[in-house]
């Protein structure tokens, strides 16, 4: 069975620093590559994607992560984050191609708290 | 606000007792997902319907159930509750069969006292 970790649990950064949150997932076959955000009392926000194609991919509030497949990751990273980015991240993997996969297995999430 | 909606949104209900709750898909989307979050399981899938008819299922225990009715709307029933049933629980919605993005609804609070 497929599974997903993410290294991170808890991680504080002061506004303006850095981001950049791991995740690595267990299959070696297609995959299709999730970040998805949820806000404190929010549901789950589609943060970005990857399917196929360039490995760097973008997504919304300035975020962007990279598929590397000989390291089974797809990490997530922000340049410079902002007080509003304090959230939970969970990185989601569905396996086989766009079509015939089905559930999202996700990773245990990690609490982001972005400091003043 | 992601299109999909669900109720509601918060429920409180003693043990042993049978509870329903709504999802309505984006609109166009077919498929239907339901998720349970609990600090000690994480997100779970549970179980995912196709145009009415049921695709996959996950870590769905049986005295939970759930349907796809003609206009799209899903509904899961869980039923004998137990304390350790509290959780969020998220409908998603897609345009696929799978593999495709889901967007999720803002969840079922259950609280079993």
């Known amino acids: 069975a497929q599974s997903v970790s993410q290294h991170n649990h808890h991680v504080i950064l002061s506004e303006a620093a850095s981001l950049e949150l791991g995740c690595n997932y267990s299959y070696g076959g297609t995959v299709n590559l999730f970040w998805y955000v949820q806000y404190p009392g929010q549901h789950l926000q589609l943060l970005l994607k990857?399917?196929?194609?360039?490995?760097l991919v973008k997504g919304i509030k300035g975020f962007e992560a990279e598929f590397i497949k000989s390291k089974f990751s797809f990490n997530l990273r922000k340049p410079s984050v902002q007080w509003s980015d304090t959230a939970e991240y969970f990185c989601?993997?569905?396996?086989?191609?766009?079509?015939?996969?089905?559930?999202?297995?996700f990773g245990t999430g990690t609490r982001l708290q972005v400091t003043l | 606000d992601s299109g999909v909606t669900q109720t509601p949104k918060h429920l409180i209900t003693a043990t042993g007792q049978r509870v329903t709750l709504r999802c309505s898909p984006r609109s166009g989307d077919l498929s239907v997902y339901w998720y349970q979050q609990s600090l000690d399981q994480g997100l779970q899938f549970l179980i995912q319907y196709y145009n009415g008819e049921e695709r996959a299922k996950g870590n769905i225990l049986e005295r939970f159930s759930a349907q796809q009715f003609p206009d799209l709307h899903s509904e899961l029933n869980l039923s004998s509750l137990e304390l350790g049933d509290s959780a969020l629980y998220f409908c998603?919605?897609?345009?696929?069969?799978?593999?495709?993005?889901?967007?999720f609804g803002p969840g079922t609070r259950l609280t079993v006292t």
């Open positions: 990857y399917f196929s194609g360039d490995p």
């Open positions: 989601a993997v569905t396996q086989g191609s766009t079509g015939t996969a089905s559930k999202l297995t």
């Open positions: 998603a919605s897609s345009g696929l069969a799978g593999g495709g993005e889901q967007y």
